[in-house]
């Protein structure tokens, strides 16, 4: 084996943004050969229930392989639980066998679960029995009748499985694969059926088997090469910075669209089309077809699989009520219809994504961890071309939609998820009488707050939401950053792959070619004048402004000005304003009130009868007596210069603003960012209205921002 | 609009006194009562005639006091008693001649004239001695002060601002370059004076958008603004906008200001009826026809400088004013034939019409406006270089009510085209025809114009004595007459002038170089003349200086620049007869220390002096000169290298005095 992986310590690197990553345990198999007792540091994933604390179930996961709670706490280094759920801790060869042992947490983890992300597929297989004596990983691609010579590394694949990244650990094996080509080859050769149709407990077989077994013969000779090839020791998926899709990569475009009900309608349709033939390009084409042209069929057939499904979790949940009492069965069941239900949501929304062509730019920025990110960058070109066209049918469609969600509401769980996909369709809703209107109508309206009522999209975000310290999180430490540009100046510690112009680029909004739909934000506080509820309520423009709005509305103020002791802040940029004038009050009324400011001065002077400004005495000396000559004399000079020295003028600067407003209005921003953790883990780098917020103009937005509380407040 | 009263001056004279109370009180016209003499008093108008009635006894001065309503000071030292006399009746009060005002003589002025009841007007123009302590006095003791004006007192603050804002009544308020005024200033006059309906705050540099929101909130009467000149943006427009009674804007030079700020004006109102934007850089037609849209009544419309062509669109809008328009100045732009098509088919009332510096003015364009504007009684074409005798004759044809035409620098004219002019336009008061190729013969046919009271021949090097001649023979009215750089002028002409036009007030012969002392004797009959220019006229002595000084007592300006021979005899005449010099210009002139001493201490009213490369005055000669002068002195041009060398605490007494110095960076050259 080889020496460098010996040396690793840390031996799990790099994933991007994994969602349902099961129990999986990246040890090195290297070292577990030379020095099974000595312990490293190993990144273990986990896949946790959605009700859990994820301390609490890593704690437990642990404390089955290391006896106690309190030994499992002391190993544990630190939780992921943000982008994905796992732990690193110093475990030895043989609890990292342990650990990866399926017999664990039972049944519950077997079966494929794959998730579209982007570009990619993730697939995860367990296998069980005879399979595990071999390479799965390198049986598959046995299978599909590529050859690896000792000399080809992951990244020198053959185009058709560039992206293949597999990884076998004892009987499991997970991959991912680049692109929709591939994975529908893939799930031709997997017959799924067997996945879902049987009872999830039972053994694991099929088809893939008979391959695997026809080819291992002739492949026998070349696994150890292969296999360290492969090294199975290391993570089981090694993440190529070139395929981490932001969703700038406009050129893959519509093969990549939304993976999850292509497979899944390939999937489908493998049962009755039994296609052998591995040399076939028409799925791709099919893919194509799949997107432009909406198949009531598949999706007939695709909710008739639901239904089946959903009947298999009921069944499952009428065991569970049957065989009360016994422990151990009951939460291995529990995480089973889990899994199931969580499968069945994904289902439910790349089906209703089908549906919903046009609305999807809206409802997948709106549901970030459904979403892919190439798809935002793809999708507007062609849905604004057709927009004109199914804008009718989009009505009834998004209804339809409604009733899904709702028929998945009785199923019972997921509620967050739900609630989740209950708003953002409930936003899409709103956002379609937008689209009939002409936007260009709002282009020069200098003045966001003479919009109709009805003319802009409202958005309201949850108390938490707004206080969250952070937007943007890491996908591999889980440290979070309130701004996106420092979240990608912090990946690049995590690898080269990160460094990359085009890693490091921001997220490009493509929806420019798109009307901009208005969006405005409603303060989640009842009674609110800027709630949607209140009679004559008042958008707030951006998020920024909520935030402020909030804090400052409706939060304690926390921060007191340190030099005089009284004047308190909820918003730390109030305090920094104040303290800056602090105890310099020069504006006096006649009524003896100071201000810091002349224009409050004179807002005041202008509201209560009788009142004037008080002049400075020492100023007023000064200013009576000296330079009169000179300034006489430059008097010329400086009304000849007075036009030029403000060359950028006042309806620049409008202007300006004007088009960040807009932008604001395009941020993909949903309440559903935040949950994207409790979700499942997907962080797709949401480029929510915070980008636009913090971006270099964000002193512009503080100004534009804070002008319309005041006048509220007023 | 601005308050400049033209109330005649109020000479008078010590001795005048004296003979006044010499008068036997059994005369006949001292058993005259009160009320008839005012009634006599009445039907006599003339200033003149009106000071030859005060002289001739107490009753008769009486009579007068209780009948005058306006009052021009020139002195200091008379201010005390003549507020004293004309306290009861007297509305109107002038004080910017007044030299050497301050706080202190202001005060003492007003509590001479205790119960200024009914004065509603003061004019301080200029008067940059007064602060905040005379202003204050000035609202005390003047409960019904309607306006002031205190326009280029460069001094003028908040403080004195807030100093005038205790006279509520104030109506009318000029401000105008009053460099240490800011928003606060302005927002106590907003406060004070709720009834203002005219402000000036052109050149007050430091007042911003935040000063006018307050002004247009608190001064809703406000019907003349002139925020001419100001850092102001749109944003002081919308508030402008809000001042439902506003007929008069003014707005010259506000580059911030552009047509999303003219858009607010369209707010409905429909009030303004005089808009000057002239020299707003970024004003475009655009902006203009909103205007136009939201004011039907608008007579008066200045757009000069500030965009370069005529939008047809734009010219077209002015057929909405059709009936009210009377006044429509293009300054700067470029106006071809069909524009002033245009314009002559849509504004049919136009009385004035300003072309001046516009590009590509042509016969044809002047002659299509003209057809249509048969009204127009001023027209200015400076600078149409383009014109020839046919658009004279078309004016001439069309213009039966001319009173008014410039055309300096129309090189093209010839004495044909005034023929047109001199023949159909009898009414034609003033003409400007400097740069323009005249000879005598257009004198000729002027000399039909027997309401001519502007004559401006600068530049017109072909005018001679003969022309001379003819303007005199029909020239009575005649009150300025500029002979700039007419060389061919001689004494002869002079006296021809002297003769016929005896009610010259201004008269500029600089550089005609012919003129000799015998000129300067005849022209010093003309006893009205104010204003005599002399520069570069080499022949003149004192004796020609004296014979003015003699002739011309009421002469306030003076210009004898480069009147090398004359020396302190001229000064020393001027010193004792012309009592109301206010402005000379000494420079190059022959003078020593002792003629300068005896100017600057013996005239009380002289207020501004150049004294550039006087040769002959040592430094201690300016030194005692200046200090002779006796902070009367507001304006001073001396040269740089005098600056180290005069004392310190002269120069600071000077400018403590109100007296802005320019110093001439030229070298010196001193006797030693």
């Known amino acids: 084996m080889s020496s460098g992986s010996s040396r690793l310590s840390i031996s799990a690197v790099v994933i991007s943004s994994l969602l349902f990553v099961s129990l999986s345990i990246l040890s090195s198999m290297a070292e577990a050969t030379t020095k099974p007792d000595e312990a490293a540091v190993q990144i273990v994933y986990v896949e946790r229930p959605e009700a859990e604390e994820p301390e609490a179930f890593h704690i437990r996961t642990l404390a089955a392989v290391l006896g106690s709670e309190e030994a499992a706490k002391d190993a544990v280094i630190y939780h992921y639980k943000h982008a994905s759920s796992g732990f690193s801790a110093k475990l030895t060869q043989s609890q990292v066998e342990q650990l990866s042992k399926p017999n664990i947490f039972g049944k519950s983890h077997k079966g494929l679960i794959f998730v579209g992300l982007g570009s990619r597929v993730f697939f995860r297989l367990y296998l069980v029995g005879p399979t595990a004596s071999m390479d799965p990983g390198q049986a598959l691609l046995e299978s599909w009748g590529c050859e690896l010579t000792s000399q080809e590394r992951n990244s020198d694949l053959p185009n058709c499985l560039k992206g293949f990244y597999g990884r076998s650990l004892s009987s499991d094996l997970m991959f991912c694969v680049k692109n929709s080509e591939t994975a529908n080859r893939l799930l031709e050769d997997l017959v799924l059926e067997k996945w879902f149709s049987t009872d999830s407990g039972a053994k694991m077989d099929f088809k893939l088997r008979r391959p695997l077994e026809a080819s291992s013969n002739a492949s026998s000779s070349m696994m150890s090469e292969i296999s360290r090839n492969l090294k199975p020791g290391l993570p089981f998926i090694q993440c190529d910075s070139t395929n981490i899709c932001y969703g700038a990569r406009q050129e893959q475009s519509f093969s990549e669209f939304p993976p999850p009900q292509v497979i899944q309608s390939r999937g489908l349709y493998a049962r009755e089309q039994k296609t052998e033939t591995k040399s076939q390009l028409e799925p791709s084409s099919a893919v194509n077809d799949l997107v432009m042209d909406w198949n009531p069929r598949l999706m007939l057939s695709n909710l008739s699989f639901l239904e089946q499904k959903i009947h298999q979790v009921q069944d499952i949940v009428r065991s569970i009520i049957s065989q009360e009492g016994r422990a151990n069965e009951l939460a291995a069941q529990q995480q089973l219809v889990t899994a199931d239900l969580t499968y069945i949501i994904i289902q439910l929304i790349s089906t209703a994504g089908t549906l919903l062509p046009n609305i999807k730019n809206a409802l997948l920025s709106a549901t970030p961890p459904v979403g892919q990110p190439g798809v935002m960058a793809n999708l507007p070109v062609n849905a604004s071309q057709k927009q004109h066209e199914v804008l009718p049918m989009e009505l009834a469609k998004a209804s339809e939609y409604d009733e899904l969600i709702k028929d998945l509401n009785s199923g019972g769980e997921g509620d967050e998820l739900i609630k989740c996909l209950n708003n953002s369709v409930a936003e899409v809703s709103e956002s379609i009488p937008i689209e009939d209107h002409d936007i260009k109508d709002y282009d020069d309206g200098l003045d966001g707050e003479n919009l109709p009522p009805g003319s802009y999209e409202v958005l309201q975000l949850e108390k938490e939401e707004i206080l969250a310290p952070h937007t943007h999180f890491c996908l591999i430490c889980g440290k979070g950053f309130k701004r996106d540009a420092n979240l990608r100046m912090h990946m690049r510690g995590h690898g080269d792959e990160y460094k990359t112009p085009a890693a490091l680029a921001k997220p490009s909004k493509e929806a420019s070619s798109e009307p901009a739909i208005i969006r405005r934000y409603s303060c989640p506080f009842v009674g609110c004048k800027r709630n949607k509820e209140h009679k004559k309520f008042q958008p707030l423009k951006t998020i920024l402004c909520v935030k402020n709005h909030y804090k400052r509305s409706h939060c304690d103020k926390s921060y007191t000005c340190s030099r005089c002791k009284t004047k308190k802040f909820s918003v730390i940029a109030d305090l920094k304003t104040h303290e800056k004038h602090c105890g310099r009050d020069k504006w006096i009324c006649s009524c003896g009130t100071t201000f810091s400011r002349k224009d409050k001065l004179f807002g005041h002077v202008a509201l209560f009868q009788g009142h004037a400004p008080a002049i400075h005495m020492d100023d007023a000396k000064v200013s009576g007596t000296s330079d009169h000559a000179q300034v006489g004399e430059t008097t010329n000079g400086m009304v000849a210069n007075m036009g030029y020295n403000f060359s950028g003028n006042a309806s620049d600067d409008a202007q300006s603003l004007d088009i960040k407003d807009v932008d604001d209005g395009q941020g993909y921003f949903s309440p559903m960012n935040f949950d994207a953790c409790n979700f499942g883990g997907l962080d797709e780098f949401p480029r929510s209205a915070y980008d636009v917020s913090e971006s270099p103009f964000s002193f512009l937005s503080t100004g534009t921002c804070s002008f319309i509380p005041r006048n509220s407040e007023n | ?672």
């Open chain 2, 1 to 672: 609009m601005q308050y400049h009263s033209k109330q005649e001056e109020t000479r008078r004279e010590g001795e005048a006194m004296e003979r006044a109370q010499q008068q036997s009180s059994d005369s006949i016209l001292a058993t005259l009562s009160v009320d008839l003499l005012i009634q006599i008093l009445d039907r006599v108008a003339d200033p003149r005639d009106r000071k030859s009635w005060r002289q001739v006894c107490r009753g008769f001065l009486l009579a007068e006091a209780l009948r005058r309503r306006s009052l021009r000071v020139l002195r200091r030292e008379a201010l005390q008693g003549l507020l004293r006399r004309y306290a009861a009746c007297l509305e109107r009060l002038d004080l910017s001649a007044c030299p050497a005002l301050d706080d202190h003589a202001l005060a003492a002025a007003l509590a001479a004239g205790a119960g200024l009841w009914r004065l509603r007007s003061v004019n301080l123009s200029r008067a940059s001695g007064v602060g905040w302590r005379g202003l204050a006095a000035l609202a005390k003791a003047c409960p019904h002060l309607e306006a002031v004006d205190l326009s280029h007192c460069v001094g003028v603050g908040d403080r004195e601002a807030a100093a005038l804002a205790a006279a509520a009544g104030l109506r009318e308020l000029w401000l105008d370059k009053c460099l240490g005024l800011t928003d606060v200033g302005l927002a106590k006059v907003a406060v004070g004076c709720p009834a203002l309906e005219m402000l000036g705050i052109k050149w007050c540099l430091e007042i911003s958008d935040i000063g006018i929101e307050l002004l247009a909130k608190k001064c809703q009467n406000l019907r003349v603004l002139d925020i001419s000149y100001l850092k102001i943006t749109n944003r002081s427009l919308q508030f402008v906008s809000s001042l439902g009674k506003l007929e008069d804007l003014s707005m010259v030079g506000c580059s911030h200001i552009d047509d999303a700020g003219l858009q607010f004006l369209n707010n409905g109102s429909n009030s303004l009826q005089s808009v000057d934007v002239s020299r707003c850089e970024n004003v475009t037609s655009s902006g203009l026809i909103s205007v136009i849209e939201g004011h039907k009544y608008l007579q008066n419309l200045n757009i000069g400088d500030c965009f370069p062509e005529l939008a047809p669109l734009f010219l077209s809008k002015l057929n909405d004013l059709r009936d009210s328009l009377t006044v429509l100045k293009l300054d700067g732009f470029q106006v071809f034939a069909p524009s002033l098509k245009i314009i002559g088919l849509n504004c049919r009332n136009l009385v004035e019409i300003g072309l001046s510096k516009c590009k590509w003015v042509t016969d044809e364009g002047v002659s299509e406006l003209v057809a249509g504007c048969v009204n127009l009684m001023t027209i200015d074409l400076t600078c149409c270089h383009l014109l020839t005798n046919k658009a004279l004759a078309a004016i001439g044809d069309k213009c039966k009510n001319l009173t008014c035409l410039q055309l300096e620098s129309c090189k093209l004219i010839t004495d044909k085209g005034l023929d047109c002019i001199g023949t159909c336009c009898l009414n034609l008061e003033e003409i400007d025809l400097t740069d323009c190729t005249m000879t005598n013969a257009a004198m000729k046919y002027l000399s039909r114009c027997s309401e001519l009271k502007v004559l401006k021949l600068g530049l017109c090097d072909k005018i001679s004595d003969e022309g001379l001649v003819h303007i005199a023979s029909n020239g009575k009215k005649l009150r300025v007459l500029d002979l700039y750089r007419c060389f061919e002028v001689t004494d002869d002409g002079l006296a021809a002038i002297a003769t016929g036009c005896k009610r010259i007030k201004n008269l500029n012969l600089c550089y005609c170089t012919r003129i000799t002392d015998l000129g300067l004797k005849h022209l010093s009959c003309l006893e009205d003349l104010l204003d005599l220019e002399l520069r570069g006229v080499h022949y003149i002595t004192s004796l020609g200086i004296t014979a003015i000084a003699n002739g011309c007592q009421h002469l306030t300006e003076l210009d004898l620049k480069h009147c090398h021979l004359v020396d302190d005899a001229g000064l020393f005449a001027l010193g004792q007869y012309t009592k109301n010099l206010r402005q000379a210009n000494l420079s190059y002139c022959q003078v020593s220390s002792m003629g300068l001493c005896n100017l600057l201490s013996s005239l009380k009213c002289l207020q501004d002096v150049k004294l550039v490369h006087l040769t002959r005055v040592p430094v201690e000669g300016f030194e005692s000169a200046l200090r002779a002068s006796g902070g009367r002195l507001k304006k001073l041009k001396l040269l740089t290298g005098l600056r180290h060398l005069l004392s310190p605490g002269l120069i600071q007494m000077l400018q403590a005095w109100g007296c802005r110095i320019r110093w001439v960076d030229k070298p010196l050259n001193l006797v030693p």
